[in-house]
């Protein structure tokens, strides 16, 4: 059976560290809350004039390194992003002609936190449907664009960066193996940016009332995502029979450390199982999946079953078996 395999990996982080200290100077805040409330120490953040195409042609770019892959060969480049370059052009179409994939087609996908579960899912049907031999599917999002820094609620959570995979047909019993999404537009009322749409577009009114920053009711949002993670996980596990002793690791979105705890404590996995690194790089939205698989990539092993999973605004959520292939 033809399957999608993920065959390198890439990221690109700004150099620049926004820690708790700093943003103590900003808000009514401390490290030890922070901390306590999100597991996060710092985030980065992509200076002025730069956007989220940057950083994905920089994550896209080591991906096709790491492999030895010509851009051209590429046919797919889908880029997972809340914060695109433009409403439009597409930010997939500036990568992939920055990367030098001139024979690639390719777009953008937007829902909220599980963008890049979506989009990975997305690109794999293509291949296994044969239509694609060669996919990049880039997680990118700069957060700080969109982040109200006088908001205690938000400002403290995200960050910036983007990670990247490239995808290739297998015959073997790796790469993507089944996912489970699902969504629910009733959760708009609780994650959601209320100006820059078709409904509020750009206006003097709307910046005076910083209406074009994130919108987050923090209680909702986590009792949601905790269930909404660990029941689309244990549906896959439980389809396909597989156990917490199955699992090499499970890669959750990194939202925070109390839903990502919660939701491993309901799947019956211990932490060491977990990957984690929100605490040096907060809820980078789009990034967070490609980033842990990119930190990790040295601890995985080939047949390695992992489960990823995600929650996101409107809601969105879900989660994906993926055998490491390498």
């Known amino acids: 059976m033809r399957r999608a395999a993920i065959t390198a990996v890439g990221a690109y982080l700004p150099p620049?560290?926004?820690?708790?200290?700093?943003?103590?100077?900003?808000?009514?805040?401390?490290?030890?809350?922070?901390?306590?409330?999100?597991?996060?120490?710092?985030?980065?953040?992509?200076?002025?004039?730069?956007?989220?195409?940057?950083?994905?042609?920089?994550?896209?770019?080591?991906?096709?390194?790491?492999?030895?892959?010509?851009?051209?060969?590429?046919?797919?480049?889908?880029?997972?992003?809340?914060t695109p370059e433009h409403p439009f052009p597409a930010t997939a179409n500036i990568v992939a002609n920055a990367i030098g994939a001139h024979r690639a087609w390719g777009f953008d996908v937007e829902a909220a936190c599980s963008s890049f579960l979506y989009a990975l899912s997305s690109a794999a049907d293509s291949i296994v449907a044969g239509r694609v031999q060669k996919a990049l599917v880039i997680g990118s999002d700069k957060m700080s664009a969109i982040i109200d820094y006088t908001d205690r609620a938000t400002c403290v959570i995200f960050g910036d960066g983007a990670g990247a995979v490239l995808l290739e047909p297998t015959d073997e019993e790796v790469g993507i193996m089944d996912y489970h999404h699902q969504a629910d537009g009733s959760g708009c009322a609780f994650l959601h940016m209320k100006a820059g749409g078709s409904?509020?577009?750009?206006?003097?009114?709307?910046?005076?009332?910083?209406?074009?920053?994130?919108?987050?009711?923090?209680?909702?949002?986590?009792?949601?995502?905790?269930?909404?993670?660990?029941?689309?996980s244990e549906a896959l596990m439980k389809k396909h029979g597989l156990t917490a002793d199955d699992i090499a690791f499970f890669v959750p979105h990194q939202a925070n450390r109390r839903i990502i705890e919660a939701a491993a404590q309901r799947l019956g996995l211990p932490m060491e199982k977990v990957m984690l690194n929100i605490d040096r790089y907060g809820n980078t939205t789009s990034a967070t999946l490609p980033l842990c698989l990119y930190d990790y990539e040295s601890q995985l092993k080939k047949g390695d079953n992992l489960i990823l999973a995600t929650f996101g605004g409107g809601f969105t959520w879900g989660a994906l078996w993926l055998r490491w292939a390498y």
């Open 199 to 232: 409904v509020l577009p750009p206006s003097l009114r709307t910046v005076r009332n910083r209406l074009h920053y994130v919108y987050q009711e923090g209680r909702q949002v986590f009792k949601h995502a905790v269930v909404q993670m660990a029941a689309a």
């Open 16 to 82: 620049r560290r926004l820690t708790n200290a700093d943003l103590e100077k900003l808000v009514d805040t401390s490290d030890e809350w922070i901390l306590e409330r999100t597991g996060i120490r710092e985030r980065r953040i992509l200076g002025r004039g730069k956007g989220s195409a940057y950083m994905a042609i920089k994550a896209a770019e080591e991906a096709l390194q790491k492999r030895q892959i010509d851009p051209a060969e590429i046919d797919l480049v889908i880029v997972a992003t809340v």
